[in-house]
């Protein structure tokens, strides 16, 4: 079965960096688009970022443009989120989610979901 | 960017009733249109994708249409389970937005 499993939250100050990274497994992780999405406390949902199914594409909201990048080890199952000048806005749950289909970014599975808490 | 609204923002209805929830766009998405489930301290699990599709292990009370600057989620007979927050996403445009949400409460 598929499973997604964040990890590399915690609290960290304004302005400091922090590497989030998504463990896949029960699919073919290259061949499908990985997406980070975040909620921030009592709120909605907000898309992060993508990156194609074979690393040659990404695309990020403009609220983190420029501050976060996201990579993937096609071998390892593994996409990572490095956010880099953090600031209090950026406190939320990250949840990395899978592509429905290929290049379809509809979000099929879901990992559980890690905190992130910038706070001096 | 494509902004998503739902309405209405809270909806109040007893088990066994209807539920109709609305997603408008600011732009035509075509029928890039995905509905999201949320329950508190969960993930969100995809309900509906591209407008009507439901996805793998949705009941058939669920049930999504509209095409492009309106859609609809309906579910047609309330059961526990169903009371949640619900989410629409666009695919059609980078960036990819969700709509605020929609939560269904019990009356």
């Known amino acids: 079965q598929v499973q997604l499993v964040e990890s590399g939250g915690g609290v960290v100050q304004p302005g400091r960096s922090l590497r989030l990274s998504c463990a896949a497994s029960?699919?073919?992780?290259?061949?499908?688009?990985m997406h980070w999405v975040r909620q921030a406390p009592g709120k909605g949902l907000e898309w992060v970022a993508v990156i194609w199914y074979d690393g040659s594409k990404e695309h990020y909201a403009e609220s983190v443009k420029g501050r976060f990048t996201i990579s993937r080890d096609n071998f390892k199952n593994t996409v990572n989120l490095q956010m880099n000048s953090l600031r209090a806005e950026d406190t939320a749950v990250y949840y990395c989610?899978?592509?429905?289909?290929?290049?379809?970014?509809?979000?099929?599975?879901w990992g559980q979901g890690a905190l992130l808490t910038v706070s001096s | 960017e494509i902004v998503l609204t739902q309405s209405p923002a809270t909806l109040s209805l007893s088990p066994g009733e209807r539920a109709t929830l609305s997603c408008r766009a600011s732009q035509s998405v075509d029928r890039y249109l995905a509905w999201y489930q949320q329950k508190p301290g969960q993930a969100p699990r995809l309900v509906i994708y591209d407008a009507s599709n439901r996805a793998t292990g949705i009941p058939a009370r669920f049930s999504g249409s509209g095409s492009g600057t309106d859609f609809t989620l309906t579910i047609s007979s309330l059961e526990p389970e169903d009371f949640a927050v619900y989410y629409c996403?666009?695919?059609?445009?980078?960036?990819?937005?969700f709509g605020g949400g929609t939560k269904v409460e019990i009356k």
């Open positions: 029960g699919f073919t992780f290259s061949s499908y688009g």
């Open positions: 989610a899978k592509e429905g289909q290929w290049l379809a970014p509809y979000f099929d599975y």
């Open positions: 996403q666009q695919r059609s445009n980078w960036p990819l937005t």
